[in-house]
């Protein structure tokens, strides 16, 4: 069964987190900050939910035709929208491998279209933003690990040449943040001790102003700010009553019930700041409106639902215990 990257906060028991304390404070602060990065595939519905790990053929990148830019665009964005056609909660295999082929597929299209020179950069960079956004969503879609990685190398490549621009596109922000914070947490060092509250600035100008949750399309940045302020320790910018604010503050967007993530994390953020009882609420109005009509996350959406009743019933049985938050409650 699939897990989202969120999943598996700790880069070793918890246990083992108490005993180091007592020895070593400063290796702890970084395991910490390491750990954090770790979720830092985040709680977004942009990260959303990932399809099995099935070897994954490589497409080949279709033919852009760069006169028509705008048209390309247009359908390659149709094909990205069209990931989630006919899910139902739970996604069924037909779903999830039509998921995968289409974030590949928007990929493809999107590689394609940011090599076209003779295009505005402020017209190639909606495209960039595309090659990102699918990049990470294709992070565990193989077919080898090398090409995944190259996947999320290029996107973060190419948000970078999105962010060297003035003004530029506030999605850059949002996953230039999010695929840093995936690549840093494989391969940790003690210089990232400062990434989260770089994250965190980078997370909050994705959300360019837009009152908590509202930012376009679904709250992605509102989401990763909260995720960050989380899991992160206070010496590296973290707080956990702060992540509770924002993701009650969003919770009155117009589009705060498009994406069911937005529910599972808001009642993550409650519980963990001692309100079980508001948690298995939010939990159960998640589960009573089913799969959202709004938005374009029905196959995250459909994923996440499984979660949410996961988590709810470990709750109920269990109200003043942890139900696995960092693991999808699996």
């Known amino acids: 069964m699939r897990r989202r990257a969120r999943r598996r906060v700790e880069a070793f028991p918890r246990a083992s987190v108490a005993a180091a304390t007592r020895v070593v404070p400063a290796l702890v602060t970084h395991t910490l900050v390491a750990a954090a990065l770790i979720a830092l595939a985040l709680v977004l519905g942009a990260s959303g939910a990932m399809a099995e790990t099935t070897p994954t053929p490589t497409a080949a990148t279709p033919a852009c035709d760069c006169h028509r830019f705008a048209d390309e665009l247009a359908a390659a964005r149709a094909v990205y929208a069209s990931r989630g056609e006919g899910a139902t909660s739970p996604p069924s295999q037909a779903a999830r491998t039509r998921f995968r082929e289409r974030i590949l597929d928007a990929y493809a299209r999107a ?81 990232q001790l400062g990434l989260p509250k770089q994250l965190l600035a980078e997370f909050r100008a994705a959300r360019a102003g837009a009152p908590p949750g509202a930012d376009p399309p679904d709250g992605a940045a509102t989401r990763a700010e909260a995720s960050v302020l989380m899991r992160a320790p206070s010496v590296a910018g973290g707080d956990l009553e702060a992540a509770r604010q924002l993701m009650q503050a969003a919770s009155a967007a117009p589009i705060f019930a498009c994406t069911v993530d937005n529910r599972i994390l808001l009642a993550e953020t409650v519980a963990r700041t001692g309100d079980g009882t508001r948690a298995v609420t939010e939990l159960r109005a998640a589960l009573a409106a089913g799969l959202p009509t709004c938005g374009d996350n029905r196959y995250e959406n459909a994923s996440d639902l499984e979660d949410a009743a996961r988590c709810l019933a470990r709750l109920e049985e269990h109200p003043d215990q942890d139900p696995g938050w960092d693991d999808d409650c699996g």
Not at 147 to 174: F, I, N, V, Y
Request: hydrophobic share 40%; aromatic share 4%.
């Open 111 to 191: 590689s394609s279209l940011v090599a076209c020179d003779g295009v505005a950069d402020a017209d190639r960079d909606e495209a960039r933003v595309l090659l990102a956004t699918t990049a990470f969503k294709s992070r565990r879609f193989g077919p080898t690990d090398a090409e995944a990685a190259a996947r999320m190398t290029r996107g973060l490549e190419e948000s970078e040449r999105c962010l060297a621009h003035t003004p530029h596109l506030p999605a850059c922000d949002l996953w230039h943040g999010s695929i840093r914070g995936i690549q840093a947490s494989g391969s940790w060092n003690p210089m």
